[in-house]
């Protein structure tokens, strides 16, 4: 996927002249995750599409995918970072963010449109995903992407499989890799970090959430999904597990119940 240096969205002077994505042709998605591919160790921000949970990959910059990660974590930035900014801009000027649209995949690049409506007047913006993705959550817009994206994108980066915790707690989780941790902009470079969590399981039931960093159990150190693994499936039950996590960057103790 090639990325330029200029700037990433600019005003058309004819929205006409950009073939927008056809309603009829386009599904309403949420954001399922933001990951790094264990393959490539790129960010990826996955959508999933609203009515029948097909996911959509779309591999992304580390700077848009830490705007994405941040948002969806609610974490507050000292400063407005560039996202931010043009959302300020936006509502300044009284612009509104009707929708985003993912429209096309062509050679590996995907192409977006933003949606504006200002003054009555409805304004077509050029835009990468990520930067449509990331503006769009700040700005509590929907996001669509056309049928033939999903038609042409790649699988999922598959993570490791977390089985015993997947079994046992209803999570799925990934090392936290020191790109990872970038991404997220967390202290710890090693853990395990929650990459889903099944609704109606005993970890939905206690409070964890995706995005949370397990670091211990039991006061042994987590260092990998594997360790994560290695330790439940070792827990015998019935059994108390008390994990120590790092959760919005916070760190909290929760005390999972394990039945026979």
Not at 155 to 164: L, N, Q
Request: glycine share 4%; net charge positive.
């Amino acid at each position: 996927m090639k990325h330029y240096w200029w700037p990433a969205i600019w005003l058309l002077v004819c929205p006409a002249a950009l073939p927008a994505a056809q309603d009829a042709g386009t599904v309403e998605t949420r954001i399922k995750t933001v990951m790094v591919d264990p393959n490539t160790q790129a960010p990826v921000v996955v959508l999933e599409s609203v009515a029948d949970q097909k996911l959509l990959p779309i591999w992304i910059d580390v700077a848009e995918a830490r705007a994405i990660a941040l948002e969806l974590e609610q974490v507050k930035t000292p400063r407005p970072l560039t996202h931010d900014l043009m959302r300020n801009i936006l509502t300044r000027i009284g612009a509104t963010l009707e929708r985003a649209v993912i429209t096309d995949l062509r050679n590996n690049t995907y192409y977006a449109i933003l949606y504006l409506r200002l003054k009555g007047q409805e304004l077509q913006i050029d835009a990468r995903p990520s930067d449509a993705i990331a503006l769009a959550l700040r700005m509590k817009a929907p996001v669509f992407a056309a049928a033939q994206v999903f038609a042409k994108s790649r699988a999922v980066p598959a993570p490791k499989r977390s089985h015993e915790a997947q079994r046992k707690l209803g999570i799925q989780t990934q090392d936290l890799t020191p790109e990872l941790a970038a991404l997220l902009n967390v202290g710890h470079e090693s853990g395990a970090i929650v990459a889903d969590v099944e609704s109606g399981g005993l970890a939905a039931a206690a409070g964890i959430e995706r995005g949370d960093i397990i670091t211990k159990i039991n006061s042994a150190t987590i260092k990998s999904a594997n360790d994560l693994e290695r330790l439940i499936a070792a827990a015998k039950t019935p059994a108390q597990i008390k994990l120590e996590v790092i959760k919005k960057g916070k760190p909290t103790t929760i005390v999972i119940d394990l039945p026979s």
